[in-house]
Nanobody, 125 residues
């Protein structure tokens, strides 16, 4: 019974910051890649950042490089996404996901095995 539960979303003005949390439970996640995806209305679900659970290696896609930071606390089974310098185009539902195959940098959402329900991030201009 793997569960991923996101929290931390909300409404923020452009230029502001938010920190999202993903609490993972139900199994040992060693060897997994944990990813943050986002989906805006009418658009595809896109990877924004990923981290290897054991090694701490990270990957970012171009729209968020330099602004977002993914990190993990293995003792708490929690993955974070620190979002800075937020822009209106960052508005989306943000999802936490886990890939048991552990291929960092693979942006294909369908490779991820477990998903949270998402948390809404809205950035006003």
């Amino acid at each position: 019974q793997v569960q991923l539960v996101e929290s931390g979303g909300g409404l923020v003005q452009a230029g502001g910051s938010l920190r999202l949390s993903c609490a993972a439970s139900g199994r040992t996640f060693s060897g997994y890649v944990m990813g943050w995806f986002r989906q805006a209305p009418g658009k595809e679900r896109d990877l924004v950042a990923a981290i290897s659970w054991s090694g701490g290696r990270t990957y970012y896609t171009d729209p968020v490089k330099g602004r977002f930071t993914i990190s993990g606390d293995n003792a708490k089974n929690t993955v974070y996404l620190e979002m800075n310098s937020l822009k209106p185009e960052d508005t989306a539902v943000y999802y936490c996901a886990a890939d048991r195959h552990g291929i960092l940098g693979d942006v294909r959402a369908w490779r991820y095995d477990y998903w949270g329900q998402g948390t809404q991030v809205t950035v006003s201009s």
